[in-house]
């Protein structure tokens, strides 16, 4: 229930002082890029500019910037071609263009797990949505995540999550599973959290709260993990989301997510199911409960919310087959007493103030 979402490519190429740019022109369907860059042997002082194809400039990078061989990602820049442009005063340093990655507008080979014929989510920001919700969705985060390797293959999918603390450190959960697209063994390797990119306003507009992943404190066995943030620029943290203490019971439920790395989504005033789900042989009822909202790849780690906004669960599965070959039509979710328990047992390594 990740998506793939853009490519991850290695790149290769070496930046040299010149007024002619090193281009990177790619398909129209890009939303954005970021580059990884090494300053090889750059000794004496000089800066990269970035442009789009219209010549404005994007950002700029200097030599007090980037420690000498250590890989250093440039912002998220909104546009579908980059123009590089490096300039030194005197010797000709190396910059090495290492690899890219480019998120497109759509998430590619989508997967529904929906009630109907057409998917029941509504943008969260729509004009007749109760604010009650917009706020809620302050705390959901889409995680970018990308990472591999010429044997893995390289790879770019998105997941969703909530912050469940924000003092004394950040703390934003979603699945285990985020970790990578590859088997339990290999997710979560150290570039997977150092390249990861949360962004909590992936919401249409045009201003950037991303913030980036330190650390992740991971239990497999339940499909969780809890990544401690670090803001990329000077603001406050996001409002955090509480956790009910009683289980689900056969009630209405939604979810702030972000299927097919669509901007913020709500699948609002669907039912959790517990009773029903006994007979379907396909939900694992001592970890987990059903229900009905509709979800997409991309909608993995997102708040299961009850009618009081508090989190109830979090989404971790689509649609199976039963053994008979019969679709379950359900939606799975991990009980929020699992989260609750990592927590408390980890409470030393996560800061979070368990009471």
């Not at 970021?34 to 789009?52: E, G, H, M, Y």
């Not at 497999?220 to 990329?232: C, I, K, M, Y």
Request: charged fraction near 20%; include cysteine; aromatic fraction near 8%.
């Amino acid at each position: 229930m990740a998506t793939e979402f853009g490519t991850n490519t290695a790149w290769g190429e070496n930046l040299q002082p010149s007024t002619v740019p090193v281009e990177l022109p790619l398909d129209q369907d890009i939303r954005w890029i970021r580059v990884l860059l090494k300053s090889v042997d750059a000794p004496s002082d000089w800066k990269i500019t970035i442009r789009d194809a219209l010549d404005r400039p994007l950002q700029s990078i200097s030599s007090a910037q980037l420690e000498q061989n250590r890989p250093f990602w440039t912002d998220r820049l909104p546009t579908n071609a980059l123009n590089l442009f490096l300039e030194a005063p005197h010797s000709s340093p190396t910059i090495r263009l290492m690899e890219y990655v480019a998120i497109s507008r759509e998430a590619k080979r989508p997967y529904y797990s929906i009630q109907g014929e057409k998917e029941q989510w509504v943008d969260l920001f729509r004009a007749d949505m109760d604010p009650f919700y917009r706020r809620k969705g302050d705390a959901i985060g889409m995680f970018i995540g990308h990472s591999g390797s010429n044997v893995s293959g390289f790879k770019v999918w998105t997941c969703s999550g909530f912050v469940v603390a924000n003092k004394p450190k950040v703390l934003f959960v979603t699945n285990d599973h985020c970790g990578g697209p590859w088997s339990a063994a290999d997710r979560w390797t150290a570039g997977v959290c150092e390249n990861a990119t949360i962004d909590f306003s992936w919401d249409g507009d045009a201003v950037g709260r991303e913030y980036s992943c330190k650390d992740v404190l991971r239990d497999p066995a339940n499909d969780l993990a809890v990544l401690e943030l670090a803001s990329n620029r000077i603001e406050a943290p996001p409002n955090i989301l509480a956790l009910r203490e009683t289980s689900l019971q056969d009630e209405p439920v939604s979810i702030i997510h972000h299927p097919a790395s669509l901007a913020k989504q709500i699948s609002q005033n669907c039912q959790g199911v517990t009773k029903a789900a006994e007979a379907a042989g396909t939900v694992n009822l001592t970890r987990d409960f059903a229900h009905r909202c509709d979800t997409e790849g991309g909608s993995s780690g997102a708040p299961v919310l009850d009618d009081h906004g508090l989190v109830v669960g979090i989404h971790h599965l689509g649609f199976q087959k039963n053994a008979a070959g019969t679709c379950d039509m359900f939606n799975k979710a991990i009980n929020v007493s699992y989260l609750i328990g990592l927590l408390k047992s980890k409470q030393a390594l996560s800061g979070y103030d368990v009471q």
